[in-house]
Structure formats: C-alpha cells, structure tokens
C-alpha cells in the first residue's frame, strides 16, 4: 500500500493544498497509487479508476491569471489531478502546489 507521503512531492503537496483537513476524500489519501502521469507534469492518473467521462470534479483552486488545478474523483474515488494553464509554458503540478502554498512560483 503507498502512502501518501510515498507519493511525488508535486502530487502530496497539491493534494494537501485541495483537500485540506477534514475534508471526505482526504481519506483516501494514504492508498492512492500512480498510474500514469504527463510527461510534463500537468496531469497525474491514480490507479483503480473508471472512464474518465463519467468523473466530477470534486475540488479546484484558481492559480491566478495562469490557470487552475482541478482533482476528479469517479464513483466515489480520487481518479486524477490535472493543472489546465491558459499561458505558455504551461504550468505543472510542482508549481501549482507552490501557488496555492503561497511559496515563490514563476513559471516563465
């Protein structure tokens, strides 16, 4: 079983800034397991999920005028992470955690 802390420092640190204490889903946290992620680092796919045309967003956060990180969930289950920027370069889940920490973030 993987742990969160086990997880990516951009995918812990993201989700600890989603689903802050307290919250449902923050449950899960300590059993998610990557399944595939982007290159990039915008996108992150968590194991035991469905089609993604039935997922609902269950949280999001603006990251400025830049974009903003949306976390699915399907039937119930965290099924992935994704930062949609609206600017070059694109933003990745490393920066997004530092935005919505309030840490330094600069991408360009």
């Known amino acids: ?5 086990q997880l990516p420092a951009d995918v812990r640190r993201t989700l600890d800034a989603l689903l802050r204490p307290g ?29 993604a ?5 269950v949280a999001e956060a603006g990251l400025g005028d830049d974009g903003e990180v949306l976390l699915f969930a399907e039937a119930g289950s965290l099924s992935w992470l994704e930062v ?3 600017t070059d370069p694109k933003l990745t889940l490393a920066e997004a955690a530092r935005f ?5 973030c600069d991408p360009r």
């Open 1 to 5: 079983m993987t742990s969160v802390n």
């Open 23 to 51: 919250h449902p889903l923050r449950a899960q946290l300590p059993h998610l397991r990557i399944e595939s992620r982007c290159a990039c680092g915008c996108t992150v796919h968590f194991t035991g999920t469905g089609t």
């Open 53 to 57: 045309a039935r997922a609902e967003i």
């Open 84 to 86: 949609c920027s609206w």
């Open 100 to 104: 919505l920490r309030g840490e330094p």
